[in-house]
């Protein structure tokens, strides 16, 4: 399927069921299944990922994957909704050098794991909207840091998950973070397209969240007008 094929397909999935009459308190009720069944494979796989590195001795680093596969709100391409596997290719692809500079290996558990991917288009398949979709991945990164000694490292994706991992972070730790971003564009405007979640729009959902404390942006090459002033009420 191509990329554009992947992005329409939870929308058009969810206007064939309304179509047929499906009732929507049905529907409603697949997708809270789907939902609930996404996070209970979050959690479990957190947890035996956290029991092994007990079992091992504890950590000696606390950096655990966590995928999210979700392209659909980039502007332009779709490319980043296939990217976790293949960052995931090169890591484990056997020609890596996986010693650290400090001298640990990325291949420990106690250093690295892996708790898999949010299932983003299996959720979307059943016309979830973004709003929950993003409260999903905000709470997979939350299950993620509840099991110590795992911290998660977020592999997008297109740039709008920036909100919910930055909200998961945020609510988790009890407060506002301070935030260094590496970009060519600042992320900032209100609606992009009208789409509030879109990969333009990230960073202006978490300044109006009060999610972070101190912003950094470095690598900025261009900004709009309309960027600049909503960086000015942000």
Known sequence: MSSSGVVR???HYLQKLKAANIPSDLI????????????TLIRERAKLKGELVRALGGALASTSLLGVPLGHNSSFLQGPAFAPPRIREAIWCGSTNSATEEGKELNDPRVLTDVGDVPVQEIRDCGVDD???MSVISESVKLVMEEDPLRPLVLGG???????????????LGGPVDILHLDAHPDIYDCFEGN???HASSFARIMEGGYARRLL?????SITTEGREQGKRN
């Open 9 to 11: 397909r939870g929308i």
């Open 196 to 198: 509030k979640y879109s």
């Open 217 to 221: 942006q470095v690598g900025i090459r």
């Open 131 to 133: 709003d929950r979709l």
């Open 28 to 39: 409603e009720k697949g997708q809270n299944r789907v939902i609930d069944a996404s996070l």
């Open 158 to 172: 297109d740039h709008s998950i920036s909100f919910p991992v930055v909200r998961a972070v945020s609510e988790k």
